[in-house]
């Protein structure tokens, strides 16, 4: 089992930057995937980014590649998300999650096993 928390989020101006911050817990974290996905108010929740247990592969939708940057430090259990060029369509609460190594490429959202309780990312125009 993992148990994560998010930290980082916040509110920034169009144009601006924030980091991201998904500290995990568990024996088993290095056999997981580790996602960030995001839900807008009204709109169904969707991938962001995701970073693979084993090689460190990564996936990033469409909408934030060239923008955002995901990392992680295994040692110390942790996935970061680092987002720049932020727009106001960025705007939603940002969720890190844990899906099995053997998931598909890239997870869908049914296969992320573990939530953490989400922050808020807030761009103003």
């Given at each position: 089992?993992?148990?994560?928390?998010?930290?980082?989020?916040?509110?920034?101006q169009a144009g601006g930057s924030l980091r991201l911050s998904c500290?995990?817990?568990?024996?088993?974290?290095?056999?997981?995937?580790?996602?960030w996905l995001r839900q807008a108010p009204g709109k169904e929740r969707?991938?962001?980014?995701?970073?693979?247990?084993?090689?460190?592969?990564?996936?990033?939708?469409?909408?934030?590649?060239?923008?955002?940057?995901?990392?992680?430090?295994?040692?110390?259990?942790?996935?970061?998300?680092?987002?720049?060029?932020?727009?106001?369509?960025?705007?939603?609460?940002y969720y890190c999650a844990a899906a099995p190594a053997t998931s598909?490429?890239?997870?869908?959202?049914?296969?992320?096993?573990?939530?953490?309780?989400?922050?808020?990312?807030?761009?103003?125009?």
């Amino acid at each position: 089992e993992v148990q994560l928390v998010e930290s980082g989020g916040g509110l920034v101006q169009a144009g601006g930057s924030l980091r991201l911050s998904c500290a995990a817990s568990g024996e088993t974290f290095d056999a997981y995937n580790i996602g960030w996905l995001r839900q807008a108010p009204g709109k169904e929740r969707e991938g962001v980014s995701c970073i693979a247990s084993g090689d460190g592969r990564t996936w990033y939708a469409d909408s934030v590649k060239g923008r955002f940057t995901i990392s992680r430090d295994n040692a110390k259990k942790t996935v970061y998300l680092q987002m720049n060029s932020l727009k106001p369509d960025d705007t939603a609460v940002y969720y890190c999650a844990a899906a099995p190594a053997t998931s598909r490429w890239p997870p869908q959202v049914a296969e992320y096993a573990y939530w953490g309780q989400g922050t808020q990312v807030t761009v103003s125009s």
